[in-house]
């Protein structure tokens, strides 16, 4: 007779998993995210703004005003610029998240940290990101964005952690996952 085989003994720190679910408001705030860190689009709309304003500003009329005139003009231009592209880019980002279907996105998601990698688990798809590939761990007040590579991220959502600690447990452990794998 032998005996019945002993399960392996699976170390709890080494295997971890977190259930959560995407809406289109999170979606949307990551776009927004990802618009804002945009260092070189910034650049471009400061740099399109303060050419407006010298513009403007060799005209005549404005060239003979005060230099605290012209300090508040350059200031105030470039905020109503900044307000109304803002504004512009806003609505057509909203409309892009409300119009598109985000299959695989807009779903229940399942994380599982494993010894091989993240794998992913969805009604669509099941993905296996190794940690070799891991960038970087972003986190915000409302989310962690789990960077697989350098432009693929897994938008996590920090409601669905049940406490802050449970949070910190599972961010330690990608984290140390992807210190040795580098």
């Known amino acids: 007779m032998t005996p019945p085989p002993i399960p392996p003994i699976?170390?709890?720190?080494?295997?971890?998993?977190?259930?959560?679910?995407?809406?289109r408001w999170d979606i949307l705030r990551w776009h927004i995210?990802?618009?804002?860190?945009?260092?070189?689009?910034?650049a471009l709309f400061l740099v399109t703004s303060l050419f407006l304003?010298?513009?403007d500003l060799r005209r005549p009329e404005l060239a003979a005003r005060t230099v605290g005139f012209k300090?508040?003009?350059?200031?105030f231009f470039t905020l109503i610029m900044f307000c109304i592209i803002g504004s512009i880019t806003?609505?057509?980002?909203a409309c892009v998240v409300m119009f598109k279907k985000f299959r695989g996105s807009l779903c229940d998601h399942e994380l599982e940290i494993k010894d091989e990698g993240l794998v992913e688990r969805t009604d669509v798809n099941e993905t296996l990101h190794r940690w070799s590939g891991f960038h970087k761990i972003v986190r915000t007040g409302r989310y962690l964005y789990i960077y697989v590579t350098d432009n693929n991220v897994r938008i996590v959502p920090r409601r669905y952690f049940s406490s802050e600690q449970q949070e910190r447990a599972f961010r330690e452990t990608l984290e140390s996952h992807m210190r040795s794998a580098k």
């Not at 806003?90 to 980002?93: A, T």
């Open 53 to 55: 304003v010298w513009s």
């Open 33 to 42: 995210y990802v618009l804002l860190s945009n260092r070189i689009l910034m």
């Open 10 to 23: 699976i170390n709890a720190s080494q295997r971890m998993s977190l259930k959560y679910s995407l809406t």
């Open 71 to 75: 300090i508040f003009y350059v200031i």
């Open 90 to 93: 806003m609505v057509m980002l």
